[in-house]
C-alpha cells in the first residue's frame, strides 16, 4: 500500500529546516551505501550523528507519530530516526531496495524495515526530475509531492530516485518497523481502520461499530510481532 499524507509538516517549520539543512556542509551519500548501491546512488546525506540531522530528525518523527494515518498505516513499533538527502546536479538513486535491517544508532538495537516513508522537504517547481518512483504489485508510481508532505510505502518494494537535472531536492526519509510485518495485512487493518471511523463519524458508537471495532484489535493482537 501506498500513502500519501499532505500536511506533515508545517510551511514554517519546512522553511525553518530548509534554512538551517542549505547552511549545512553535507557528504556524499556513498558513504553510508551498501555493496549495491555504490553502483546507482549519487546524492549527498547529511551524516546521521551530527546534531543538526537529529534535531530536525526528531521533529519530523514527533510530526509524523502525531498523524493518525501515519500511525494507522504503519502501525509503527519501532521508528529510526529520519535521515537527510539531497539530490542535484544529475544526482539520482537507480532502482534498489533498502536493506532489510538497521541498528538504531542510539539504542543498539536491531530494527526490521518494514515501511519506508519520505517527507518532501523541497517544492516540486523547485527542481526538476527528483521522482520516487515506485514499483510495486500494482504497476509503477511516480511520486513528487509538496513540501511539507509524506509518502509511506512498503520497504519491500523496488525503487528509485530519478536523476534531479535542475535546482535540488532535499528530502528527509525514514524506515519503521512495523507491528505488522506483511503489507497486505497491514493494508486490510489499515482500510478496516478507515471504514470504522467513517462510520463512527456517521453514526456514533452502535453496537455494530463497536463489534467491527473488537474484530479490528482482535485480528491486530493475532498479527502484532512486538
Ligand atoms: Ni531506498
Known amino acids: 500500500m501506498m500513502l500519501h499524507i499532505p500536511g506533515v509538516l508545517t510551511r514554517e517549520q519546512v522553511s525553518e529546516m530548509r534554512q538551517a539543512l542549505d547552511a549545512e556542509a553535507w557528504t556524499d551519500g556513498l558513504d553510508t551505501a551498501g555493496a549495491q548501491a555504490v553502483q546507482s546512488k549519487r546524492n549527498l546525506q547529511l551524516p546521521p550523528a551530527s546534531p543538526l540531522s537529529q534535531r530536525l530528525g526528531q521533529i519530523v518523527a514527533d510530526a509524523l507519530s502525531r498523524q493518525a494515518l501515519f500511525v494507522s498505516a504503519a502501525l509503527p513499533h519501532r521508528i529510526l530516526p529520519p535521515m537527510f538527502n539531497r539530490y542535484e546536479g544529475g544526482g539520482h538513486y537507480g532502482n534498489h531496495v ?122 491486530l493482537r493475532q498479527w502484532a510481532d512486538l
Do not use: C
Not at 530519478?162 to 535540488?168: C, D, F, S
Not at 525514514?174 to 463512527?200: C, E, G, Y
Open 98 to 219: 533498502d536493506g532489510a535491517v538497521h541498528r538504531h544508532p542510539l539504542s543498539g538495537e536491531q530494527v526490521r524495515t518494514d515501511v519506508s516513508t519520505t517527507v518532501f522537504l523541497s517544492d516540486p517547481d523547485e527542481y526538476d526530475g527528483g521522482e520516487l518512483v515506485v514499483e510495486d504489485v500494482y504497476g509503477t508510481h511516480e511520486v513528487k509531492l509538496p513540501a511539507g508532505d509524506a509518502i509511506v510505502y512498503p520497504a519491500t518494494s523496488l525503487h528509485r530516485v530519478e536523476p534531479v537535472t535542475r535546482g535540488a531536492r532535499v528530502a528527509s526519509f525514514l524506515w519503521t518497523q512495523s507491528m505488522v510485518k506483511d503489507d497486505w495485512r497491514r493494508s486490510m487493518l489499515f482500510d478496516l481502520d478507515m471504514a470504522i471511523m467513517n462510520l463512527r463519524r456517521q453514526l456514533g458508537d452502535t453496537r455494530e461499530i463497536v463489534s467491527l471495532t473488537s474484530h479490528y484489535h482482535n485480528l
